[in-house]
């Protein structure tokens, strides 16, 4: 079966261009666009791009949830709203990607298997909506809860960003600068220290040292970055170091409690809206421990069903695990007596996202001075290391 790029007329001469996916020639795409009321103009193969993949930004899946809920919310058909966005879409990838889901639709596909294909572009938890709300009458309900989720997702995400972001870009510039340093600076002064017969004294000497490495075994030094490169990407893959990993994020100082709020935020909130829309319980965690991507989520997913499976409730699965805040515990309680679970668990969600602003505001705060005065010690101690020199000549002269 092959895949094949094509330009069709529709019965009011308008020219559509797509992809079909596992068809066995051009006359059999021929036949398969003639059922939909084309008439095939071109095909061709598409050019091998090899194994790049061209990334849909999250940005523009956000917006085409949006406008995917109002189209169908105003009455339109799920094809006639595919169409429309086909057309809006400025991403060729994206509009690749929508020009095949909407063929699968025409051809009689569910929209779950229709997006299916495309899990890495959009979420579990967006694809779960779609199946439940298809299966239950609830699509355009599904749609629009799905847009606000993915919304509230992309601005937590943003938000956790802006508090790594002041930390790394520091660290970049202090890199930069030190670097510059060790290949334009030290050179210079490790000549004149040189015609001056002046001892080094042991900074100075570290100094000088890596300068000469850097600058004369700059391809030893690239070779040992790649190989790093290569160990910790391999490392990364591990299973075990996965496990210690996603440990270490929920116990780490400094970002460790907003890393758990975070990860609790996601599934209790993607529990909420999957449980809302007609899933159970026991596949609604299953969903929400993929979207926290966390192994100890995982972990308390499985034993969670279990409980449940058993005849044990919602709000005392939450409380035998410390990473949910005591909050979170008593909500589900409260819903699951009052039969507004799912309702009860976005509140929680809510307040945790308003903390999780809080504690990024409070930590820019911190972290600003601090990196301030760590990259002022870094450069301070690095100049001090060239000039120490210096100072022992001149008082050696006196």
């Known amino acids: 079966m092959a895949v094949l790029e094509y330009t069709a007329r529709d019965e009011l001469g308008n020219e559509v261009a797509g992809v079909y996916e596992d068809i066995g020639n051009a006359a059999a795409l021929r036949e398969e666009l003639a059922k939909m009321g084309y008439v095939l103009i071109k095909a061709r193969k598409p050019k091998s791009k090899g194994r790049r993949r061209k990334k849909i930004k999250r940005a523009e899946v956000v917006a085409f949830a949006f406008k995917l809920t109002g189209m169908y919310s105003a009455g339109l058909s799920v094809i006639r709203c595919l169409e429309a966005l086909e057309e809006q879409t400025e991403s060729h990838a994206f509009r690749e990607v929508l020009a095949d889901i909407r063929q699968n639709v025409e051809t009689g596909s569910s929209m779950a298997k229709a997006f299916e294909k495309h899990r890495h572009i959009f979420s579990d938890f967006f694809l779960g909506m779609i199946e439940a709300g298809e299966s239950g009458g609830k699509l355009a309900e599904a749609l629009e809860m799905s847009a606000a989720y993915l919304e509230k997702q992309d601005e937590l995400r943003h938000k956790v960003k802006s508090a790594f972001a002041y930390p790394v870009a520091v660290t970049v510039i202090c890199t930069i600068v030190v670097t510059a340093v ?206 120490l020199p210096i100072f022992d000549y001149m008082t050696h002269l006196k």
């Open 182 to 387: 060790l290949i334009f600076i030290v050179p210079v002064f490790s000549k004149l220290y040189g015609q001056l017969h002046v001892a080094l004294p042991g900074p100075t000497q570290a100094l000088v040292i890596l300068s000469v490495l850097i600058r004369r075994f700059w391809w030893a030094v690239l070779i040992v970055s790649v190989a790093c490169g290569v160990a910790v990407k391999r490392v990364w893959k591990n299973p075990q170091f996965i496990i210690w990993w996603d440990t270490f994020k929920l116990r780490m100082p400094v970002f460790g409690k907003l890393n758990r709020m975070v990860v609790v935020s996601y599934f209790t909130r993607t529990l909420a809206m999957l449980n809302s829309v007609g899933v159970s319980l026991i596949d609604a965690l299953d969903v929400a421990s993929q979207v926290a991507h966390n192994h100890r989520t995982t972990q308390i997913a499985k034993e969670m069903q279990t409980s449940i499976k058993t005849g044990g409730s919602v709000g005392d699965s939450f409380k035998r695990y410390d990473i949910f805040p005591p909050m979170i515990s008593h909500l589900a309680a409260s819903g699951e007596e009052a039969g507004v679970l799912s309702e009860m668990l976005n509140k929680g969600a809510d307040y945790l996202d308003k903390d999780i602003d809080r504690i990024v505001k409070a930590l820019l705060v911190k972290l600003e001075p601090a990196m301030t005065v760590i990259m002022g010690a870094v450069v301070g101690l690095l100049l001090m290391g060239v000039y």
